[in-house]
């Protein structure tokens, strides 16, 4: 005996449900991924910003009292030029600070590194 063949209709409207099925499926996966990176992201950059503001105040009036210090004291013997060398100091720090951001920044603690990944292999195996 034979067996009877589905009706095409019905294989049809099977495959197209399961391939929308499997699209939603895959499309909340990738939202869901976002969203956790998202949420990593964010919680390192607000980190990030709240250190760099501490760090700028607590730098400045340190940075206010020290400088005071050294110009009162040296004032005496070197006169002007201690205000150079004070300005020559400083500004090496600030380049030394803004070094150490980039470098914090190059680590890629403000980026999603796995969605964009799989976004890109999604896009290539639907291309």
Request: glycine content about 8%; cysteine-free; charged content about 15%.
């Amino acid at each position: 005996m034979e067996q009877p063949t589905p009706p095409p209709e019905a294989g049809l409207l099977s495959g197209i449900s399961s391939l929308l099925r499997n699209g939603f499926a895959l499309v909340f996966n990738r939202l869901e991924l976002a969203g956790l990176e998202f949420g990593e992201l964010r919680d390192n950059f607000f980190k990030l910003l709240l250190l760099g503001a501490l760090g700028v105040g607590t730098s400045l009036v340190a940075l206010a009292y020290w400088s005071v210090l050294v110009v009162y004291l040296s004032w005496d013997s070197l006169g002007w030029k201690i205000l150079l060398i004070m300005a020559g100091v400083f500004t090496l720090f600030s380049y030394a600070i803004f070094r150490h951001a980039q470098s914090l920044l190059a680590d890629g603690k403000l980026t999603m590194p796995a969605t964009m990944t799989e976004l890109r292999n999604d896009r290539d195996a639907l291309l």
